[in-house]
């Protein structure tokens, strides 16, 4: 009788593809992910079939113009659209890992193949999470950043001024108003994510600022009267809570820095809406095996590419509202 036989490059297509998935699958971010615009990370993979090292996203901002009434011209008062782009750079990210040889797989019962698959696949989920957390965290432009209480600058940030649900409203006011300057330029509101039907921000906090916010009256009261984890939602799943429409998670990968008043730490929240980061995958998944020292040793190598990248138009931060607060260590 013939015996199926599947061919080593199919093989190694399945087990790249596997890795892949489930690295993104436990991604802190993987509820946030998706090809549509209402997504927070936005999928991009016009490049798994185009050449090229980048792509490029535009935005059509908002019409600022008063329009006419009645009878009044229009002919001559019309107003140019504005848009904007910015660009994600695809990069090719690999790592391996060589098992010791054939005594060494013969001294253990464990499948050593399913163990460099999955030790590469969570280390692939550190570094897409790591990844994400710098990109939406980087440059914070002036406009897209607030602070706790009355400070107006980083580096007045004190231990006192401390994240509070004060804060959390203060965040969302800011992402709800559409600000325009320089004349012409307009810094779009932030489009709240759709979660059970209703709109929602999402905000990230340090795990010093959870502990704080657990402190505030306010707070604790609102989850008294929310009940919001039995809720039958992934984007819920994980979550401290829910406050004024935005859902906080707290994460140790939310950046603290010692730039406050005397070297004081200060926590860098973020409030996040649709399209806050891009997430663009530039070709197939790879998985290969090699064998070195006369087919002694086996080893495994895993790589994609791809590229993240926060969402900046005209220098600003699109859909991220940076929130400042005291970040005291316990």
Avoid at 5 to 16: D, G, M, Q, S, T
Avoid at 101 to 130: F, P, Q, V
Avoid at 186 to 202: C, E, F, Q, S, T
Avoid at 270 to 291: R, S
């Amino acid at each position: 009788m013939a015996e199926t036989v599947i061919p080593a490059a199919l093989r190694e297509k399945a087990w790249a593809k596997d890795t892949w998935t489930a690295a993104i699958k436990e991604s802190f971010f993987a509820n946030f992910m998706g090809k549509t615009s209402d997504s927070l990370i936005q999928i991009k993979e016009e490049l798994k079939k185009e050449a090229g090292d980048q792509i490029t996203i535009s935005l059509r901002m908002p019409l600022l113009g008063a329009g006419v009434e009645d009878d009044d011209m229009l002919e001559g008062n019309e107003e140019a659209m504005q848009y904007y782009d910015f660009s994600v750079q695809i990069k090719q990210l690999r790592h391996a890992v060589k098992l010791k040889g054939k005594m060494e797989e013969k001294r253990t019962a464990k499948n050593l193949r399913a163990e460099a698959k999955d030790a590469l696949k969570d280390w692939y989920t550190e570094k897409i999470d790591s990844m994400i957390f710098a990109a939406l965290a980087a440059s914070p432009s002036a406009r897209r950043t607030i602070y706790a209480g009355s400070v107006t600058a980083e580096n007045a940030i004190t231990d006192a001024d401390k994240f509070s649900t004060a804060v959390i409203s203060k965040a969302k006011r800011s992402a709800s108003k559409r600000v325009v300057y320089n004349t012409t330029h307009v810094l779009p509101k932030i489009r709240p994510l759709k979660v059970n039907g209703k709109k929602a921000y999402i905000m990230l906090i340090t795990l010093e600022q959870l502990r704080d916010l657990r402190n505030d009256p306010v707070w604790i009261a609102a989850q008294e009267n929310a009940n919001v984890r039995g809720e039958d939602n992934p984007i819920l799943s994980g979550s401290e809570g829910i406050y004024d429409g935005v859902i906080i998670y707290a994460h140790e990968s939310v950046l603290v820095t010692t730039t406050g008043a005397s070297g004081a730490n200060v926590g860098h929240a973020m409030l996040l809406g649709a399209q806050a980061g891009a997430f663009a995958v530039g070709g197939e998944q790879e998985w290969n095996e090699e064998t070195f020292d006369y087919k002694n040793k086996t080893g495994f190598e895993v790589g994609s590419i791809f590229g993240i990248a926060k969402s900046k138009f005209d220098s600003e931060d699109f859909a991220v509202i940076h929130v400042l607060t005291g970040n005291k260590a316990d």
